[in-house]
Structure formats: C-alpha cells, structure tokens
C-alpha cells in the first residue's frame, strides 16, 4: 500500500501498489487520475502502454476497479477519525487562534506614542484622526494643528535623517487605563559614529537640532486599545502657569 492525493481536490488515500498506471476514480471529486510508478499523482487516463497488471486496456472504467477505488477512499474517510487527524485539527484551530488573537491584541502605548509622534511631525493629519479616542477627534484636531509649527520646524531639518522618539510615561492609572505620557522627538544625526566601538562619551555626537517634547495623554479605548484623548492633551499641552 502507498499514500496517494486526488490530483484535482487533494483528498487523501492509500492504493495497493498493483494500482499503479490504472484508472482511479475519486471518490470525493470523481475526477480520473492515475499514478505513476514513481508514485506522483497524474489527472486523466493513463497512458496506454498496455502495461497494466491485468492487462485490460488503460483508459476504460472496469466497474470491479472503480468499487476498489470506493473501497480505499472509504478508508480514507475513515482516517479522518484517527488520533492523528484528531490531533493536527485540534492544532490547527489552536494556530489559527494564535494568530487571531495577536492580531487582535492592540498595539503597545510605547509604540502608539511613537506612531503619533511621527505622524504629527511629518504632518500626517490622517493618522492622528485615527488615533483619537472615541469622541475626542475634534480635540485632538484642534491639538494638532496647536503643534504644527515646532513640528513644521522640525521636519525642514529632518531631511533623510532618522526621527527618533522616546516616551516617558509621567502619569498612570493603576488599571493601566489611561496613561500621561511626554514625547521627546529628536532627530538622529551622526549615525556612522553610533558603531563605533570606544565607550567614549565625547564621540556621541550632540544634534544639531533641539529636540522637543510632545505631551499627551493616552487611555484605553475599549477594542481599540491605547488613543489618543484629545481634551486631555490639550490641558497638558498648555504652557505651565509661571511660578508664584
Ligand atoms: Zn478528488
């Protein structure tokens, strides 16, 4: 016996070897196939080379030959059944639901910073939309536009260099609902003195350009996961009232 596949559906089955360049039905597609003697699955009648075991011409259905076929896809079916079908398919749906649930599970509040920070200073408004909290897109709007001319200023001299951002989370609920963070956005420049391998802090390069800080506030929003609360941002976003 030798495990063979239909050609047309991919149903799987065992033959004895004697099938081998005989006509085979499936069962399950009632496509005509056969197998060659090196053991691969060919769609159509086999060729006539009159070397068939029983010698009866290739290419016509012999009823006694057809129920065999029956016979082994019966068995085929009932395979299904074992532990070892049993097993993959249980593995299967536990892959499948891996791969649901981490492209379900929202994304870090590191990486949302990051993503909002990026998107502000390239001016990509679109993004920023979408990471408003529920009810908060007017808000975050009006914080967008607030921000622009340091972001402006920033961009003209981002050139092809590298933007780097670093969070700092100030505030959090111990719930981790919601969360105030600092965005500090610079631009990374001197990059071929980053391998150096001398742990000599005069090499590190100081940028050109002053950095800034972005502050937000961020709060779980349901599936969504971390977004950006506009009317809160805007508070932390105000200047600091000057000391007494
Ligand atoms: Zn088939």
């Not at 074992?82 to 990486?111: C, K, Q």
């Not at 990051?114 to 009810?135: C, H, S």
Request: proline share 7%.
């Amino acid at each position: 016996m030798f495990e063979i596949e239909c050609p047309a559906c991919g149903a799987a089955g065992r033959a004895p070897k004697q099938k081998i360049q005989t006509r085979l039905v499936c069962k399950k597609c009632l496509k005509v196939f056969y197998v060659t003697p090196s053991g691969k699955t060919v769609l159509g009648e086999p060729p006539a080379t009159g070397q068939t075991a029983t010698g009866v011409s290739p290419g016509r259905a012999q009823p006694d030959r057809t129920q065999k076929v029956d016979q082994w896809f019966d068995r085929a079916s009932k395979r299904l059944f074992s532990p070892t079908s049993l097993i993959l398919t249980v593995g299967l749906m536990l892959a499948v639901a891996a791969v649901y649930f981490s492209v379900w599970r929202p994304e870090s509040l590191d990486y949302r910073v990051a993503q909002a920070a990026r998107a502000a200073v390239q001016g990509d408004r679109r993004t920023i939309q979408e990471l408003a909290a529920t009810g908060s897109g007017d808000a975050v709007d009006a914080w967008y536009l607030s921000i622009r001319p340091k972001c402006d200023e920033l961009l003209q001299r981002l050139g092809s260099n590298k933007l780097i951002v670093e969070t700092t989370v100030t505030l959090q609920d111990p719930g981790r609902q919601w969360a105030d963070v600092v965005a500090r956005v610079s631009i990374e420049e001197g990059l071929e003195r980053k391998g150096n391998v001398l742990p000599d802090a005069s090499i590190v390069e100081i940028p050109a350009s002053q950095p800034f800080s972005l502050p937000m506030a961020w709060k779980v929003d349901g599936m969504a996961g971390w977004r950006l609360d506009g009317g809160r941002t805007r508070e932390l976003s105000k200047p600091a009232p000057a000391a007494p």
